[in-house]
């Protein structure tokens, strides 16, 4: 039976038998976020924690163990599961026998479990168990292409025994087509070994990106930010190091591993004690792998320290060139620039210069090889027990052990680096994200909220003094709220912390009368508004950005355009309101402050927040006039905290908060004017200062 997204969630959530606390949540979100897409549906599934995996709908889905699963079509959807029995869809509460719908669904989820209550120790293993079905097809591809392989020295000595020898060359025609058949056959089964293993490479590495990507992004701020970001950029492309093991050329000599026993078993059968050559060549392949990698480790950590220092030092060049090139720091940067290269040249030296070592090596060991075959061979020919063919056709089985062993040699400290990747992905992935296993949300509705502070103390890790030190003060629903103090004093502290985006230490932050705690970090900023106090402006167009993720009009967009005086600035621009805003921008040359604060105030009165969150709302006059507007059409309807050094503004505010060093210095209304404009003047120098 086709229904919304939305409703096979729900279903889903039914049959699996969540608490009630979950279904409430997953009735909270939906309301907030709309499930209007699949996206929207793996969204939700992976916040409330719930294991699933996703295949195409055409696959032998019932083979794959599932509660329920929901198959996605283009706008619809249908909760059934795929028993061995037979097919079930989801119809008045329960799942029934019925006709699975052919063709209209594009992939199908499905749900292997209850919401998780703790992070799995071992996630990547588990995600990796859903491609064990994948294993047995490609081990059987792997057989009949290596048999295929086998048969080829084999036509060869009997061309050279046979026809050759016996003169019998009526024959070669139908070897030769017996010969192209199988090669054919061999070459057609690798391509879709390759393509398998490619297929499989890709979906892991998605995964795994996807997963640590969502954990960058909803975890804690203050991690993230001392993290920085070549740490994190690694973290993403240790997934890709994951990939390139399993595809290509490597990924295919695993597979062709364990059939080596089968050439040299046929090395054994033509040559008798010539097959020792094989053996001692894997033995040497073997020993001298395990030397190169203890080694190569080493080579490797050195070379990714130098490596991530040189990142940070380029990152640092583009995003702060302007006041590279006008301060006299110039010099010295290029000093620190100069030592971090030649120290990652070294490394990289070091560690190719040992790889090319290695690599010889291995070649010299496979060319050694088929020189002991040859050498030991014609020494059997003249004994007569091998022919001439048989000999020819030992040299081609000998490559076939050879080969792929000097690819998995060479490619050895990448195999080993194999449980390194896989234990920094786990720590990744297990890193508890805010939110994480915790269904608490109080509703939010659409009216002003109240906002108590409790002696909320917060000191960042790289810092002596706290930030925030036993701040309190009370707002009122509708309430307009100016904090003030010094530069550093906290106030952008202060936001992101009722914001939600840093937890304080200690104290309590009450929300309607509720702890912050005890509502869900992601609901709760689509719910207010919070404008930092650096706008950051991320590649989307300039309608999307105003949209923020809701559903407006074109026209709703070009009016609030119009009202902060930007529509022919936005007009001017190569695409009108469709603009990449990192069209306009760069890394080194950001927006303007001026047309930074016109988008963000467009947005503004595009939008009604019921509590409103602004980090230095006004850069210039123009703009300032506008906020003032702004200010008294929602004052009262919305609750409003704003940072500010100006007295004007300020003295709008119905509460005043003044920050000094992280301490509350006064928190109360305006005072009468001879105080006010001591206190105000007061904060707005100390600022200059
Ligand atoms: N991410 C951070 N990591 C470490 N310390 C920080 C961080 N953010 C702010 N601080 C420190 O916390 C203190 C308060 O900073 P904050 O930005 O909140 O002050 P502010 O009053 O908003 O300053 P301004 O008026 O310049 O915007 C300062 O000492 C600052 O150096």
């Known amino acids: 039976m086709s229904e919304s997204y939305a409703d096979s969630v729900n279903n889903v959530l039914d049959v699996i038998g969540v608490e009630s606390g979950v279904q409430n949540f997953a009735n909270e979100w939906i309301q907030s976020n709309p499930i209007n897409s699949v996206g929207d549906v793996f969204d939700l599934l992976d916040r409330l924690m719930i294991p699933y995996s996703v295949h195409p709908s055409s696959s032998k889905l019932s083979t794959v163990e599932h509660l329920v699963a929901i198959?996605?079509?283009?706008?619809?959807?249908?909760?059934?599961?795929?028993?061995?029995?037979?097919?079930?869809?989801?119809?008045?509460g329960a799942l029934i026998p019925a006709q699975a719908s052919q063709g209209l669904a594009d992939i199908t989820i499905l749900i292997h479990g209850q919401p998780q209550?703790?992070?799995?120790?071992?996630?990547?293993?588990?995600?990796?168990?859903?491609?064990?079905?994948?294993?047995?097809?490609?081990?059987?591809?792997?057989?009949?292409?290596?048999?295929?392989?086998?048969?080829?020295?084999?036509?060869?000595?009997?061309?050279?025994?046979?026809?050759?020898?016996?003169?019998?060359?009526?024959?070669?025609?139908?070897?030769?087509?017996?010969a192209i058949l199988l090669f054919s056959m061999m070459l057609l089964l690798k391509v879709v070994r390759s393509q398998l293993l490619t297929t499989v490479a890709n979906r892991i590495s998605r995964e795994v990106s996807e997963s640590v990507m969502r954990k960058l992004l909803f975890g804690q701020l203050g991690i993230n930010r001392m993290a920085g970001t070549s740490t994190l950029m690694n973290r993403i492309t240790t997934a890709e190091s994951l990939k390139s093991i399993v595809q290509g050329p490597l990924g295919g000599a695993l597979f062709d591993l364990p059939?080596?026993?089968?050439?040299?078993?046929?090395?054994?059968?033509?040559?008798?004690?010539?097959?020792?050559?094989?053996?001692?060549?894997?033995?040497?392949?073997?020993?001298?792998?395990?030397?190169?990698?203890?080694?190569?480790?080493?080579?490797?950590?050195?070379?990714?320290?130098?490596?991530?220092?040189?990142?940070?030092?380029?990152?640092?060049?583009?995003?702060?060139?302007?006041?590279?090139?006008?301060?006299?720091?110039?010099p010295f940067w290029m000093d620190r620039f100069e030592k971090a290269n030649t120290l990652a040249s070294k490394n990289s030296f070091d560690h190719l210069s040992h790889q090319g070592k290695y690599t010889s090596i291995y070649y010299a060991i496979g060319l050694l090889s088929t020189l002991a075959v040859v050498g030991l061979g014609i020494d059997l020919i003249f004994n007569q027990v091998l022919t001439p063919g048989g000999l020819i056709a030992t040299m081609m089985l000998i490559s076939r052990v050879t080969s792929p062993a000097q690819m998995l040699a060479n490619s050895y400290p990448r195999i080993g680096q194999v449980a390194q990747a896989k234990q920094q992905i786990n720590q990744s992935v297990s890193y508890r994200a805010e939110g994480d296993y915790s269904y608490q949300h109080h509703h939010l509705s659409q009216d002003a909220p109240s906002i108590d502070l409790e002696l909320v103390t917060l000191r960042f890790a790289n810092q002596l003094k706290p930030a925030l030190s036993g701040v309190s003060f009370s707002v009122e629903p509708g309430q307009v709220v100016a904090i003030t103090g010094p530069m550093g004093s906290g106030k952008s502290t202060l936001l992101e912390v009722i914001a939600g985006l840093l937890p304080s230490q200690s104290g309590v932050i009450k929300l309607n009368g509720n702890n912050l705690s005890q509502y869900d970090p992601q609901l709760l900023r689509k719910w207010l508004g919070y404008y930092s106090d650096q706008p950051e402006m991320v590649p989307m167009t300039v309608f999307d950005f105003i949209a923020d993720g809701r559903d407006v009009s074109e026209q709703e967009v070009e009016n609030v355009l119009s009202k902060v005086g930007a529509l022919d600035w936005?007009?001017?621009?190569?695409?009108?309101?469709?603009?990449?805003?990192?069209?306009?921008?760069?890394?080194?040359?950001?927006?303007?402050?001026?047309?930074?604060?016109?988008?963000?105030?467009?947005?503004?009165?595009?939008?009604?927040?019921?509590?409103v969150l602004l980090d230095n709302p006004v850069s210039s006059k123009k703009n300032k006039r506008r906020f003032i507007q702004w200010l008294e059409e929602n004052r009262g309807t919305s609750t409003i905290i704003f940072t500010s050094h100006d007295a004007e503004l300020i003295k709008l505010s119905d509460q005043v908060v003044v920050l000094d060093g992280g301490n509350v210095g006064y928190a109360g209304p305006i005072p009468d004017e001879n105080e006010q404009e001591l206190d105000i003047e007061a904060s707005a120098q100390g600022s200059e200062a």
């Not at 090395?267 to 001692?280: E, K």
């Open 71 to 92: 198959q996605i079509g283009a706008d619809s959807s249908v909760t059934c599961r795929h028993d061995l029995k037979g097919y079930l869809e989801y119809q008045d």
């Open 117 to 178: 209550e703790k992070p799995e120790v071992d996630w990547l293993s588990n995600k990796l168990d859903n491609f064990k079905p994948i294993i047995p097809r490609l081990l059987v591809i792997s057989f009949i292409a290596n048999l295929f392989a086998l048969s080829i020295p084999f036509i060869t000595m009997a061309v050279y025994d046979h026809v050759i020898g016996g003169d019998a060359g009526h024959e070669v025609f139908g070897i030769a087509i017996g």
């Open 259 to 330: 059939f080596v026993i089968i050439f040299i078993i046929a090395i054994g059968v033509l040559g008798g004690w010539l097959v020792i050559v094989p053996i001692i060549a894997l033995l040497l392949y073997f020993i001298l792998a395990q030397r190169s990698y203890r080694r190569q480790k080493l080579l490797n950590n050195q070379l990714t320290v130098s490596g991530t220092t040189r990142f940070s030092l380029l990152y640092e060049l583009n995003s702060k060139l302007s006041f590279l090139r006008t301060s006299h720091i110039l």
């Open 570 to 611: 936005v007009n001017s621009l190569a695409d009108g309101m469709d603009t990449h805003l990192n069209q306009v921008e760069s890394l080194s040359h950001p927006l303007s402050n001026y047309e930074a604060t016109m988008l963000t105030q467009a947005k503004l009165l595009c939008h009604k927040y019921p509590l």
